[in-house]
């Protein structure tokens, strides 16, 4: 997905038949891996959620979902897309993270980190979550 025209792959694949319910060979879910196209990410997410893509299912790598990944990069559009579509903003990944807790530890260069934290709280986030090491967001 790393070509360009990975949308328009994403839907002819979508369009045969393929199962983007399943986890991938290296264990992703399939919207995780939709992080992996800067270009279309935000397409490919909706092409998958509107195929029925389970917007709450976590990689077998490292349980992050796709929510994670938008608000690890600070992609707000993609990360309202994700809460609209139902996406719970308390699922932890293994080190007991939530959403939450990603955008303080965005990409060098990510600017919306505060509209990405708007954005989880307007949604309900815990603003108390902890990890399992007992950080909070703040």
């Known amino acids: 997905m790393q070509q360009e025209g990975g949308a328009e792959s994403v839907r002819a694949l ?22 992996l196209d800067d270009n279309d990410c935000r397409e490919i997410v909706n092409i998958l959620l509107q195929a029925g893509a389970d917007v709450n299912l976590q990689d077998d790598d490292n349980q992050c979902t796709a929510l994670h990944e938008a ?21 932890r990944d293994c080190d007991g993270e939530a959403a939450l807790h990603y955008p303080l530890q965005s990409y060098p260069g990510a600017e919306c980190s505060l509209e990405v934290v708007s ?3 307007e949604a ?10 007992g950080k909070t967001p703040l």
Not at 14 to 34: H, R
Not at 71 to 90: C, E, I, N, Q, Y
Not at 124 to 133: E, M, Y
């Open 119 to 121: 954005a989880l709280c």
């Open 14 to 35: 979508v369009e045969a038949g393929a199962d983007i319910q399943e986890q991938l060979s290296q264990g992703w879910a399939p919207l995780c891996c939709a992080f």
């Open 71 to 91: 608000s690890k990069r600070g992609l707000v559009a993609t990360v309202r897309l994700l809460l609209a579509s139902g996406a719970d903003p308390d699922i």
């Open 124 to 133: 309900g986030a815990d603003v108390n979550a902890q990890t399992k090491r």
